[in-house]
């Protein structure tokens, strides 16, 4: 079973700043890693599949890097609806997993 | 527009059953992998079980292995998880989520917004 990892397990930006999230694998999933984004009472959100292609909808801000086993989320310019949790999640092998979590908040 | 809308939730006993019911619109339900993944309270996500578009193969955490069962009805256009033995550990919001790609898994592109399920005596 694969185990993901994030880190940190919380991010304090500034609004405007750029933030940078990891996203770990325990052996390599090759590119098939996702980001979602989950605001509180609120269903995940697609941001990137394939490691680095953006979802339908997601604004140029997000992107995403990586291959194998090391994956990053970066958000450019922080907004103020960008506060939230991300997740990673690897669909390579089964069982699919989550990373724990990114809890991304306001400095 | 891409519905999907969990029930079935509710309370129930430990070692009790439940069977959750996800219905589905806006898209053609019979092409599209589906799954199951649930968020225990103040927690994060955890994958649950997925099923292929045919309803031929299906994955499960392990765990749930042994008792949930997921299926589908593509007659009906609608998903289930069948959860038998169910522990405290298991109460959580279990969402369904439809794959991004026609006939092979994938991530997940749209999301219901979840029933709960709350295992307590």
């Known amino acids: 079973e694969i185990v993901m990892t994030q880190s940190p397990a919380t991010l304090s930006v500034s609004p405007g700043e750029r933030a940078t999230l990891s996203c770990r694998a325990s052996?390599?999933?090759?590119?098939?890693l996702a980001w979602y984004q989950q605001k509180p009472a609120q269903a995940p959100r697609l941001l990137i599949y394939?490691?680095?292609t953006r979802a339908t909808g997601i604004p140029a801000r997000f992107s995403g890097s990586g291959s194998g086993t090391e994956f990053t989320l970066t958000i450019s310019s922080l907004q103020s609806e960008d506060f939230a949790v991300y997740y990673c999640?690897?669909?390579?092998?089964?069982?699919?997993?989550f990373g724990q979590g990114t809890k991304v908040e306001i400095k | 527009e891409v519905q999907l809308l969990e029930s079935g939730g509710g309370l129930v006993q430990p070692g009790g059953s439940l069977r959750l019911s996800c219905a589905a619109s806006?898209?053609?339900?019979?092409?599209?992998?589906l799954s199951w993944v649930r968020q225990a309270p103040g927690k994060g996500l955890e994958w649950v079980s997925a099923?292929?578009?045919?309803?031929?193969?299906?994955y499960y955490a392990d765990s749930v292995k042994g008792r949930f069962t997921i299926s589908r009805d593509n007659s009906k256009n609608t998903l289930y998880l069948q959860m038998n033995s169910l522990r405290a550990d298991d109460t959580a919001v279990y969402y369904c989520?439809?794959?991004?790609?026609?006939?092979?898994?994938?991530?997940?592109?749209?999301w219901g917004q979840g029933t709960l399920v709350t295992v307590s005596s």
């Open positions: 394939g490691a680095s």
């Open positions: 999640q690897q669909y390579d092998y089964w069982p699919q997993a």
């Open positions: 099923i292929s578009y045919g309803g031929g193969s299906t």
């Open positions: 806006g898209f053609t339900f019979s092409t599209f992998a």
């Open positions: 052996q390599s999933v090759s590119s098939n």
């Open positions: 989520a439809k794959d991004r790609i026609e006939y092979y898994f994938d991530s997940s592109d749209y």
